[in-house]
């Protein structure tokens, strides 16, 4: 069952002066990992964890510090969720995060789904 759907969309040119502006702002909202990444996969990043919020329906108890993207192997992004923010999605009963990321002509946008499963695929 969807629990919710989030969308954001990022101007990477506005986001790469923010950043400019507030260097430090880099370590509050990325992991080290991520901070290595290029500016248009930040932004895309950044986007996925305001989708992430909006999916949940509110930023009550989440750290932006304890929302990783990673990467599988195939390059597929994935939440690496810890600490507090790992505890309440779960709690929320939410099983599954699905995750959608893309960069173009200056946009960044990310795709977020919450997803409980039934009670019947719990129990399977």
Not at 5 to 32: H, M, N, Q, W, Y
Not at 43 to 50: L, M, S
Request: aromatic residues 4%.
């Amino acid at each position: 069952m969807i629990i919710g759907i989030g969308v954001d969309l990022v101007d990477i040119p506005r986001f790469e002066r923010l950043v400019e502006r507030t260097p430090r702002l880099l370590a509050r909202l990325f992991s080290e990992a991520e901070r290595q990444l290029k500016l248009h996969s930040l932004a895309a990043r950044y986007a996925a964890k305001e989708a992430l919020i909006k999916a949940l329906g509110d930023s009550d108890g989440l750290h932006w510090s304890e929302i990783e993207i990673a990467s599988e192997p195939s390059g597929k992004p994935v939440f690496a969720l810890s600490g507090e923010t790992a505890a309440i999605v779960a709690a929320r009963g939410i099983d599954a995060l699905h995750l959608s990321l893309s960069h173009d002509a200056g946009l960044a946008t990310a795709y977020v789904i919450a997803e409980r499963l039934s009670d019947a695929e719990a129990r399977a």
